[in-house]
């Protein structure tokens, strides 16, 4: 996979047009980041769904709930969510497909209602264990109901200051902290609390759990890029625990196969519910030919990831990401 080593620029010319303008990442005085900005803008977020996106009208949405509840509720209208306490935090949402999160994570501010709020307002009877979300394209997917009275699950209805995009749920969506994308429904219409519930996604063999790994990524340099002889360079990337380990507490860079470590400067961070990004200047060598660049977190509570990844409880660990560039000769 390539990534992107350019960023564009708008320059007037000298005809009064307005001309992209291509500046090489490696450029000193440029340094191209990757992620380069702590919050992603909308319209850079990633996007994953099993169908297309659906479209839905705010007027004729309604949001029932049923299954094993002490009072029955009229469904709920979007206003209905709007006028409950609110939340606004920021979190980090990683697709299970791709772990250590090249492509597939994104971070945002995002504001909602605390589930708990309303499945306190309906009273859930003893024998429910899960909470069952189903949604307009098909999808449904459940979590226990310990982690639906998290006061950190929330039914978002906004996302970095503007209406849910169509994209990522409108009207409403799941946050539940720690977990993959899998356990953060879009386009909900209905929510059943039950004593069991095999999901979309566990039907075909993913983890039903959906705990989030510790990870690191390089942003950059990307996969085959070119990095000038002599030059410096910015590495730079991101690390997210989803707090099971209490948060990353450091990042370092390797560009000997792991013999020996420099520290990155952690420039971004929020909670640990959001990703932290990090850079690392590094003097790169007068040779030239092949180099690998791995990077690795270490977490508040005193894990280090390793080559391979580690089984430590209460989540796993994952290896180090590593990045295959090529130091060359200026042109
Ligand atoms: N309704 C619905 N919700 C869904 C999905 C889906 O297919 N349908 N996919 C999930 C997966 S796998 C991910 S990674 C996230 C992606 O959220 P985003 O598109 O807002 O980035 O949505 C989750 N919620
Ligand atoms: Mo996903």
Redesign the pocket.
């Known amino acids: 996979m390539k990534r992107r080593t350019f960023i564009k620029l708008s320059v007037i010319s000298a005809a009064g047009m307005v001309l992209p303008l291509q500046l090489e990442a490696q450029a000193d005085d440029v340094p191209v980041l990757k992620p380069r900005t702590l919050i992603t803008p909308n319209e850079d ?6 169908k297309e996106p659906v479209v839905l009208d705010a007027a004729n949405w309604r949001l029932g709930i049923s299954g094993l509840v002490e009072n029955r509720i009229a469904p709920l209208r979007l206003e209905d969510i709007k006028a409950m306490e609110s939340v606004e935090t920021m979190r980090t ?1 990683k ?2 497909g791709d772990p250590i999160g090249t492509e ?1 994570m ?1 971070n945002a501010m995002w504001k909602g209602a605390r589930l708990r709020d309303l499945l306190q307002k309906v009273g859930v009877k003893d024998e429910a264990k899960v909470v069952v979300f189903q ?1 307009a ?1 098909g ?1 449904h997917t459940a979590i226990p109901l310990e982690d639906a009275m998290h006061e950190g699950t929330i039914l978002a209805y906004e996302m970095n200051g503007k209406p849910l995009p169509t ?3 409108f009207p409403v969506r799941l946050l539940n902290p720690g977990h ?3 356990k ?4 909900i219409v209905s929510i059943q609390l039950a004593k069991e519930h095999e999901s979309y996604w566990e039907k075909r063999g993913w983890d039903p759990v959906a705990n989030v790994k510790l990870a690191t990524v390089i942003g950059t340099p990307g996969t085959e890029e070119e990095i000038i002889a002599g030059s410096t360079y910015i590495v730079s990337g991101a690390a997210f625990d989803a707090g099971h380990h209490g948060g990353i507490n450091k990042v370092e860079v390797s560009i000997d196969y792991g013999e020996t470590w420099e520290e990155a400067e952690i420039w971004a961070k929020d909670t640990p519910l959001a990703w932290v990004l990090w850079k690392w200047k590094w003097q790169v060598p007068k040779r030239k030919g092949p180099v690998e660049i791995y990077a690795r977190a270490t977490t508040n509570s005193g894990i280090t990831q390793d080559e391979i990844g580690i089984p430590v409880e209460p989540v796993e660990v994952l290896g180090y990401h590593t990045v295959d560039a090529r130091i060359v000769e200026s042109k």
């Open positions: 977020f990633y996007i994953l769904q099993i949402l697709c299970i597939q994104g949604c394209d999808y994209d990522h749920g993959y994308g899998t953060n429904p879009k386009w």
